[in-house]
């Protein structure tokens, strides 16, 4: 019975990259798809058309990882996907050929993220170069990861 040829040797805990929410519940400052990219919204506003018309959402917001504006219009009552974002700062440890060296509160180190071609990547190498204590902090969203900003560690003992 157990030769059905299933193979469940590379399964994952199934958490979605994204999940549905009516138009009409989303706030400026949360998180959006547009053109499959996640983006935060910086501008809402709300129309009614005309006599059997639906209320129509427009939404401009920016991508998070690039910057770039993104808008999009949508009826007030159907679902959008909402990224799942997730947050986390790291201590920066230092940088080699663009690669941030960068550790979390537990003590786990990564060496995957590329420095920022933007004034955080200026911050860093500035940060670097008088060897200051910054907090690095990553926002990762639909499988891609991006350094956003920067902040002087004041939580270290010297």
């Known amino acids: 019975m157990a030769e059905e040829g299933f193979d469940f040797g590379g399964g994952d805990a199934g958490a979605s990259a994204t999940f549905p929410m009516q138009c009409s519940a989303l706030r400026k400052g949360g998180f959006v798809m547009i053109k499959n990219r996640p983006c935060k919204i910086v501008e809402m506003s709300t129309s009614k058309t005309g006599k059997h018309g639906h209320a129509k959402v427009h939404m401009v917001a920016l991508d998070i990882f690039t910057g770039k504006k993104l808008e999009d219009i949508c009826p007030s009552t159907h679902n959008m996907e909402v990224p799942n974002v997730k947050r986390k700062d790291y201590q920066l440890i230092g940088v080699e050929d663009d690669f941030l060296s960068l550790m979390d ?5 990564r060496d995957d993220l590329k420095c920022p071609e933007d004034s955080v990547g200026d911050e860093i190498r500035e940060a670097i170069a008088a060897e200051r204590d910054i907090l690095c902090t990553v926002l990762s969203a639909i499988g891609e ?3 956003i900003a920067t902040k002087i560690n004041t939580a270290v003992d010297k």
């Open 145 to 147: 990861e991006c350094v």
């Open 105 to 109: 509160d537990t003590g786990d180190t």
